[in-house]
């Protein structure tokens, strides 16, 4: 349990450049370095976080948690992974500092986008070598990243991935591998009974507490957002209107760009300015009512899609999943974290060098930021 922390807040000091980085941070640690887990669990954890609501990097955190050193690790995987940008987006708040124009500050930034593309390109070319073997699947894996691509929202991610699974089911038809066609598939009903009870008994008891309507507020918007981050601050903007001042809003995804970790902990920084009185404890409240719809979610339906991919008659949609799933992190690679970080041909051999470096170096992630930060700040 303690590993998990520890390995947790270690990628949390660092974990710049958005989901797509994450997940490539998380491949290269816990399935490349320490085995955690194979290959095949990661992937299907990356499916399954695409399905569901809230921050799909921390809800993949929780479950190679989960995975280690059961429910307790799950927790120590989501404690540690989001504490650093916690604390640093709730003391942003508090002081309500600008660190914009600073040389230093924009140079890290800058490294931490370059960093992503190296881990990204790392993962996606380990995932691609496990889950396209035919030309089938490599025809899925472009035709997702392409759809992607050029679609935005619920529909875009999860479409692909539904139409996978539903070629593959009738290709199985042609298998002669019928066992455990009759596995029972259910969701844990107590988990999923706490995110029902939570979503519509909160709404009628937020007026009659400062710290209801907050929660409330929060558990809201992490019930219905997908797509990270960004998206969850057009959500909260009128949930919390009259409570945050609009130009606090900019201030807040600014700041969540500044600091590593999921930017669903922009809610860190609302909730502690939406509670002057007591801003660590607004900051606390919001964090924890924003994630844990997607955590609550993310344990309901785990023993289901376990079940789901233990079911030998569905090997064709595994397989074609496991491929929608690359041209998923494929997609990401480009938009955003190639598009929004190389801006010069000196960043390109940068990139190139950094994952000579990763790959066939084995070069710590940590000489890596520093490397590409001093790199920034000269040139």
């Known amino acids: 349990m303690f590993k998990v922390l520890y390995q947790f807040f270690i990628l949390g000091l660092y974990g710049f450049g958005g ?61 540690g992974f989001t504490f650093p940008s916690f604390l640093l987006l709730t003391f942003l708040a508090i002081g309500n500092q600008q660190y914009n124009d600073v040389a230093i500050i924009d140079s890290l930034i800058s490294a931490a986008k370059l960093l992503a593309v190296v881990v990204v390109a790392d993962a996606l070319w380990g995932m691609a070598k496990k889950n396209i073997t035919d030309k089938l699947t ?8 392409i759809s992607v691509f050029f679609s935005t929202g619920l529909i875009g991610q999860i479409l692909p991935i539904l139409l996978a699974a539903s070629i593959g089911y009738l290709l199985s038809f042609k298998s002669e591998s019928n066992s455990n066609h009759n596995l029972m598939i259910k969701p844990n009903l107590f988990v999923l009974s706490m995110f029902v009870i939570l979503l519509f008994v909160m709404p009628l008891v937020a007026n009659q507490s400062h710290f209801f309507s907050l929660f409330n507020i929060f558990y809201q918007a992490g019930s219905f957002v997908f797509g990270g981050g960004h998206v969850v601050l057009p959500l909260l903007e009128p949930m919390l209107d009259g409570m945050v001042e609009p130009d606090t809003f900019l201030s807040a995804y600014a700041a969540a760009q500044l600091v590593p970790g999921p930017m669903f902990t922009m809610a860190s920084y609302l909730g502690a300015s939406a509670m002057v009185d007591s801003p660590v404890l607004g900051s606390l409240i919001a964090t924890i009512a924003v994630f844990l719809p997607g955590s609550l979610l993310l344990f309901a339906f785990l023993p289901a899609w376990n079940a789901l991919f233990s079911n030998n008659k569905l090997k064709s949609s595994i397989l074609l999943v496991n491929a929608c799933v690359v041209g998923l992190l494929a997609s990401a690679f480009v938009k955003p974290v190639l598009l929004t970080s190389i801006g010069s041909i000196f960043d390109v051999a940068a990139v190139v060098l950094g994952y000579l470096l990763l790959k066939y170096r084995n070069c710590p992630v940590w000489v890596l930021i520093v490397l590409l930060g001093v790199y920034k700040f000269f040139i």
């Open 19 to 79: 989901p797509a980085a994450h997940i490539g941070y998380f491949q290269r640690e816990f399935v490349q370095n320490k085995r955690w887990l194979n290959d095949q669990d990661f992937t299907h954890a990356v499916a399954l976080c695409q399905f569901l609501p809230g921050p799909a990097s921390s809800q993949l955190g929780m479950y190679i948690g989960y995975k280690k050193a059961g429910y307790l690790g799950a927790l120590c995987a989501f404690a």
């Open 138 to 145: 490599l025809v899925v894996a472009l035709l997702t990243a």
